[in-house]
């Protein structure tokens, strides 16, 4: 991976290993490179403990960063995953959340180890583009869900009532 000119560095407490692991067994196109253990002892990893792990998420090169507890996670950075139907949106859905996460608002939630995702129906990612009437029914009903819906939103963009 150093052959790259930018990357992204998500910054761990502890776990970067286990992350890229989850991540790479969860996403396509995803996968754990190498692990660069620490040189020394240092605040965030004893002599020989890993450091960095260089991984890929959906084809994006990362660095994961045993920082310690210095720094969290934010919703200012997420990973967006677009979908292409309601079985791709629960799967992701469901491991991030079932694997220690937590449900968020609007298809975005957040792993076990602070990581957002927003987990985007193309439908949805494709509406705000399009004709405003149509947006606006398709965000409206979005702005209502945690994990999307993706009936609901096609019965929006139809202009149907949102189911009670």
Not at 37 to 52: F, M, Q, R, V, Y
Not at 59 to 68: A, Q
Not at 82 to 92: A, F, G, L, P, S
């Amino acid at each position: 991976m150093a052959t790259n000119k930018a990357l992204i560095c998500l910054w761990y407490e502890k776990d970067a290993l286990e992350a890229a692991r989850f991540y790479a067994e969860t996403f396509p196109d995803s996968s754990v490179g190498k692990v660069h253990n620490s040189p020394a002892d240092n605040p965030s990893a004893k002599e020989g403990e890993p450091l960095t792990v260089d991984f890929t998420v959906l084809g994006i090169p990362c660095l994961g960063l045993n920082g310690g507890p210095h720094f969290k996670q934010s919703e200012a950075f997420s990973f967006q995953v677009i979908t292409e139907d309601q079985e791709e949106t629960d799967r992701y859905w469901n491991a991030i959340v079932g694997n220690g996460g937590e449900e968020s608002m609007c298809g975005w939630c957040k792993d076990k180890w602070g990581v957002s995702w927003q987990i985007t129906p193309r439908l949805l990612a494709e509406a705000m583009g399009g004709e405003p009437a149509r947006a606006k029914r398709i965000f409206e009903a979005m702005m209502t869900m945690r994990k999307i819906d993706i009936a609901a939103l096609e019965a929006a963009a139809q202009g149907e009532p949102a189911e009670a």
